[in-house]
């Protein structure tokens, strides 16, 4: 791939992205990172991006030409308390859809999302073991005396109210999980699902790893718009329970990927789609 290649690449990713890894660049143009780094360089002299630890952002002046640039999320998530509190009805409508997928002796495991933490807050008290990195959902269990709650250690964050690092990924290997229940940052519409950092994506990539089946709880809110880190395609997916899916181009790709679409919004078509795989 000639330089001029390269570097027009790194722009489409920058502007659908806002910004670039040179890990991921390495991998998308198949060349060495110190080529990358070059390249990086070069486009910053041109003053069309702007380089950061590990990556790239667009150049401020360029920022307006970014799709969605509204949309596009800070390096860091807003604290955990505060999210608690945003699209508080869409993520109680998917937490009841996806107790459907919950059986008494099942062993799951529940990310640190504010979705998840609201999954926690509706389960019934019967025989479940449940393994999580959270915090706060620790906290809602323990009074549920019939759930076997066991907490993924690690380096604690007070900002997302959750332990993470190589630590909490450990334990995982011990168990067997029959599910996970998670959310992300996004869902692009390059097939990819994204966090907000990458410590958080190769943790959520350790837990799918580690589990039998992958329940993605996600609102409508956070379909096809930027964020950082990838986690995994949507095709390593089963299920994908949301308040609402209106775009039909993006509902026919996840269909084409085998992913089983739980739209809240049709609940008939959601049962059946239950009936069909659970039974």
Known sequence: MLPIERQRHIMEELNLHGRVLVGELVKLCRV?????????????????????????????????????????????????????????????????????????????????????WFLARQLPDIELTVLTNSLRIVQTLAVKGHIRTICLGGE???????????????PLKEFLINKIFFSCSSLGNDGYLRAIN???????????????????????????????????????????????LSNKELKQELAWNGVNIIDCSQRHNAVQLINHHEI
Not at 103 to 110: A, K, M, Q, R, V
Not at 156 to 170: I, K, L, M, R
Not at 225 to 236: E, G, K, L, N
């Open 198 to 244: 990458e410590n958080n994506a190769n943790l959520k990539q350790q837990m799918l790893m580690a589990s039998e089946r992958k329940y993605l709880l996600i609102d409508a809110g956070k379909f096809l718009r930027p964020s950082f880190a990838r986690i995994c395609h949507y095709r390593d997916v089963e299920f994908l329970v949301t308040d609402s």
């Open 156 to 170: 604690y964050s007070s900002h997302n109210e959750d332990f993470n690092g190589v630590v909490t990924a450990q």
């Open 32 to 116: 060495s990172q110190e080529t990358i780094r070059r390249d990086l360089s070069h486009l910053e002299k041109k003053g069309l991006l702007q380089r950061s630890h590990g990556g790239a952002v667009m150049a401020a002046r360029h920022q307006g030409n970014l799709p969605n640039k509204n949309n596009i999320q800070s390096e860091h998530e807003s604290p955990f308390r505060l999210r608690m509190n945003e699209n508080t009805q869409a993520k109680t409508i998917i937490a009841k859809r996806a107790l459907a997928f919950i059986s008494p002796g099942d062993c799951i495991l529940l990310d640190s999302s504010t979705t998840c």
